[in-house]
């Protein structure tokens, strides 16, 4: 979301990091991977490209601590109404959301 940290920056994915010797990117990609999501993370740059392919495997007490970070703290990060360049839309029905005119078609 405009103009909050990443999720990459969240003091628990940033502490996990730093105890397993990973970055906070392939910390998310782990925990998504052991959730059962396919993970198709985006980068241009080599290094970062290769980091991502590296496997981690988080420690069950470690998956939780990643998993409870939006539990009391619901945070989207991808909000179009919030892009530059800016989209019109009402795609999750949030707050930020609410006065955009245009919401995708479902079922259509």
Same mark, same amino acid.
């Given at each position: 979301?405009?103009? @909050?940290?990443?999720?990459?920056?969240?003091?628990?994915?940033?502490?996990?990091?730093?105890?397993?010797? =990973?970055?906070?990117?392939?910390?998310?990609?782990?925990?998504?991977?052991?959730?059962? !999501?396919?993970?198709?993370? @985006?980068?241009?740059?080599?290094?970062?490209?290769?980091?991502? !392919?590296?496997?981690?495997?988080?420690?069950?007490?470690?998956?939780?601590?990643?998993?409870?970070?939006?539990?009391?703290? $619901?945070?989207?990060?991808?909000?179009?109404? =919030?892009?530059?360049? !800016?989209?019109?839309?009402?795609? !999750?029905?949030?707050?930020?959301? =609410?006065?955009?005119? $245009? @919401?995708?078609?479902?079922? =259509?």
């Amino acid at each position: 979301m405009v103009g @909050k940290p990443r999720l990459t920056e969240h003091p628990t994915v940033k502490k996990i990091a730093e105890k397993t010797g =990973a970055d906070p990117a392939q910390i998310l990609i782990a925990w998504g991977a052991q959730k059962g !999501f396919s993970v198709i993370p @985006k980068s241009v740059q080599e290094s970062r490209i290769k980091s991502n !392919f590296k496997q981690i495997k988080l420690s069950d007490e470690d998956f939780q601590a990643v998993s409870d970070i939006g539990l009391n703290n $619901h945070t989207r990060f991808n909000i179009p109404c =919030a892009y530059d360049p !800016f989209w019109p839309v009402n795609l !999750f029905n949030e707050p930020e959301e =609410a006065n955009e005119p $245009h @919401k995708p078609l479902i079922g =259509a």
